[in-house]
């Protein structure tokens, strides 16, 4: 019986990888750099010649090994075919064979995209754990989110499913989002947002702020820490983000029911204000049912990744 399995998560910048045991126990960990030039025709092959000497320091052979699998950045479609991932130089690939073929073909590969993998992960072992249906929200540059439901991905048709920061939420938006759309969550919502509105909400108030110290470099912690300390104008940014976050769980919840929604990246770390002023419009927004699902903490950080690209070879 193969009782391991192995995780890759393709970044940028880095490629994170993981050895686990199939009980989920993380034996070893490591970062290979992302070699983007060429069109990103390295990355796979430096992956695969590291990995090949991870697996014979830990004694094991490819027999060993349950699966692997890979996070990309981008939308990967049913039969593992990725159209482009920007970030890598990658156009038309199919990731997952091509693993397998370096890896000697003796493996099998499994490839989704990131924040889906990541969404598996914390339903794994991280702020998930128990549950078999989930929505993870990652709260950092962009919003990003994956749907677990009864333990798999739901990517969609086209590799869509979990796109959340691209819904349009707000109406009354003028600027453009990265997406090319207008009003999306993730112009308000994610660390990026919530800066811009906090300079929005200074720039047309004489109110006392602490946030004007900041300058054009504030970011979304010094909005939170602001916020935490009593300042108004950084309550009313918060309150104004959190507002549309949970309008936007709602909207999922009526859609979906997961069990619960994760919230990760790096506003998360706001903590207990940020999940209790989300809960707040949640609540507002979800009256149909008293039994709702709660909102929790991601708690694998970075490794999210590795756990769900090693989780999705189980099934």
């Given at each position: 019986?193969?009782?391991?399995?192995?995780?890759?998560?393709?970044?940028?910048?880095?490629?994170?990888?993981?050895?686990?045991?199939?009980?989920?126990?993380?034996?070893?960990?490591?970062?290979?750099?992302?070699?983007?030039?060429?069109?990103?025709?390295?990355?796979?092959?430096?992956?695969?010649?590291?990995?090949?000497?991870?697996?014979?320091?830990?004694?094991?052979?490819?027999?060993?090994?349950?699966?692997?699998?890979?996070?990309?950045?981008?939308?990967?479609?049913?039969?593992?075919?990725?159209?482009?991932?920007?970030?890598?130089?990658?156009?038309?690939?199919?990731?997952?064979?091509?693993?397998?073929?370096?890896?000697?073909?003796?493996?099998?590969?499994?490839?989704?995209?990131?924040?889906?993998?990541?969404?598996?992960?914390?339903?794994?072992?991280?702020?998930?754990?128990?549950?078999?249906?989930?929505?993870?929200?990652?709260?950092?540059?962009?919003?990003?989110?994956?749907?677990?439901?009864?333990?798999?991905?739901?990517?969609?048709?086209?590799?869509?499913?979990?796109?959340?920061?691209?819904?349009?939420?707000?109406?009354?938006?003028?600027?453009?989002?990265?997406?090319?759309?207008?009003?999306?969550?993730?112009?308000?919502?994610?660390?990026?947002?919530?800066?811009?509105?906090?300079?929005?909400?200074?720039?047309?108030?004489?109110?006392?702020?602490?946030m004007r110290e900041f300058g054009d470099a504030i970011t979304a912690k010094d909005v939170c820490d602001c916020a935490k300390a009593g300042d108004k104008l950084a309550i009313d940014t918060m309150e104004t983000c959190c507002r549309y976050l949970g309008w936007n769980l709602a909207l999922l919840a009526y859609v979906v029911d997961p069990e619960a929604f994760v919230i990760g990246g790096g506003v998360s770390k706001a903590g207990a204000y940020l999940i209790n002023?989300?809960?707040?419009?949640?609540?507002?927004?979800?009256?149909?049912?008293?039994?709702?699902?709660?909102?929790?903490?991601?708690?694998?950080?970075?490794?999210?990744?590795?756990?769900?690209?090693?989780?999705?070879?189980?099934?």
């Open positions: 019986m193969s009782n391991y399995c192995i995780g890759i998560d393709i970044g940028g910048t880095t490629v994170k990888c993981g050895i686990f045991k199939v009980s989920g126990e993380l034996i070893d960990k490591w970062e290979v750099p992302t070699r983007k030039e060429n069109a990103g025709k390295n990355i796979l092959p430096d992956v695969a010649e590291v990995l090949k000497k991870k697996i014979v320091s830990h004694g094991l052979t490819n027999n060993d090994i349950r699966g692997i699998g890979l996070g990309v950045p981008g939308p990967v479609e049913p039969n593992g075919y990725v159209s482009v991932c920007v970030n890598l130089g990658w156009h038309k690939i199919y990731p997952a064979r091509e693993m397998s073929a370096l890896m000697g073909g003796t493996i099998p590969c499994k490839v989704g995209n990131d924040a889906n993998v990541a969404a598996l992960g914390e339903m794994w072992m991280g702020g998930g754990k128990g549950r078999n249906s989930i929505i993870a929200i990652t709260l950092g540059t962009g919003v990003g989110g994956g749907i677990i439901i009864d333990g798999k991905i739901v990517a969609g048709a086209h590799g869509l499913g979990g796109e959340i920061g691209h819904m349009h939420m707000r109406e009354e938006e003028k600027e453009f989002c990265n997406c090319g759309g207008r009003g999306c969550l993730e112009q308000v919502a994610s660390a990026t947002g919530i800066a811009r509105e906090a300079k929005r909400n200074l720039a047309k108030s004489d109110l006392p702020s602490k002023l989300i809960q707040l419009y949640f609540n507002e927004f979800t009256q149909l049912s008293a039994n709702k699902p709660e909102i929790v903490l991601a708690t694998l950080g970075n490794d999210a990744g590795i756990y769900g690209c090693a989780r999705m070879v189980l099934d």
